[in-house]
């Protein structure tokens, strides 16, 4: 069996690549770090560690890649032959690499003459990650090819669930990751009759797991990142021994968690021992994991789908509290990454059109809205507190 995954960075040598080569498939990875792709080819292999008490090493082998801007020729015929294609790029990637993906299934269908069908599965921190994809690549089908891929190729959902932090092994393929994985995909989108890739959990709404995830993992961990830059921790481990910053994360995944239970009738005694677990996740010193990755590109982090202003306004809605999940969009209004370019842009939208016109664009919510005046309260607070 073959895969093309898109993306041989750390989730997708670290997690997909990883899984994938348990289950039998040969890796071609797709990536435009031509450091990255030309040691796949040469090696053919790479290694992951396991960061638990044992840091227990795994080969995995069977991979090699293409350059998606140089090889395109050869990433479509390899999409064209594949039996499935996961993506890793980062969800505002998504839309770069729809051509090549359209390209490969023009060719499947129209000259391979190909009837296997094909599941593509987005592997993002992004509620529809897949369903976005699709649409980008179905934007560059013609009407009748629409219809075929209707019938022969689909873009099942999915949530993923590990932390790999960024790297810093003179080996550049080498990834370390945390043990725990999750990976759920929602089947209710697949073909009938596909084959299981073991280790991924096949569900039939994945709206539940989506949101419990990106609303406790990825909000935990973007609050613990925030407040740990105004702190000036460099370290989420080092944020997270803060007993101010470990309690605001606690408050702020207690309104998650009550949206959570609310919504999809989690049970509140197994959602509060899922939020325990994740913040000891959050606490492994085996990883050394940085604030500013862990709060990179916070204007799509504060975007109306995603992990904070999506859960705040379902909690207004509901009227639940929402205190703690503003004081972290505020946080993040002021988030400093001098390499991060949606920081500096943030940054620079704050200062010259205001906090007020900033949290209205990039947020959604409107003017006057309970919650974005909560977001504008706590942004006073807060830069009153650390930049005066
Ligand atoms: N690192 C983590 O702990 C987790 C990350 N995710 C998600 O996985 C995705 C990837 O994240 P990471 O692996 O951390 O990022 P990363 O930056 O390590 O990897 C992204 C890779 O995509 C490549 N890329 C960029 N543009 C490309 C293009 N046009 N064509 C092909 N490849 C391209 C980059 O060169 C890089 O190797 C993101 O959506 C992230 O939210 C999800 C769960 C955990
Ligand atoms: O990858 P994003 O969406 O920028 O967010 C970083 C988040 O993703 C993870 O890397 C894994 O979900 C977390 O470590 C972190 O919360």
Redo the contacts with the bound molecule.
Sequence with gaps: MKAVH???????RG?IGLLLSQAGYDIVF????KA?VDALIERGKYTVVLAGEERETVQVDGVTALN?DADRQALIQAIAEADLVTT????S?LK??AGAIAGGIERRIRELRSSRPLHIIA????IGASTQLRDFVYAQLDEELKQDADKLIAFPDAA??????GQSHKDILKVTVEPFYEWVVDASQMFQGYIPIPGVKYVPRLQPYIERKLFTVNTGHCSVAYFGNLHEYDTIHAAMDDPEVARHVANVLKETGAVLVAEHGFDEEEHLAYIVRILQRFRNPALRDEVVRVGRSPIRKLSPGDRLALPAAKAFDGGRSNLHLARTMAAALLFRSPDDPEAQRLTAMVETSGPERTVTEICGFPQDHPVQLEILNQYELLQSRFFK
Excluded at 88 to 91: P, S
Excluded at 160 to 165: E, F, G
Aim: one cysteine or more; aromatic letters at 6%.
């Design positions: 898109f993306g041989a960075g750390n989730i997708g997690f797709a990536d435009v770090n990255v998606s890793a790029v980062g969800v990637v770069h690499i592997c993002e921190n992004a993923v669930d590990r932390i790999v932090p």
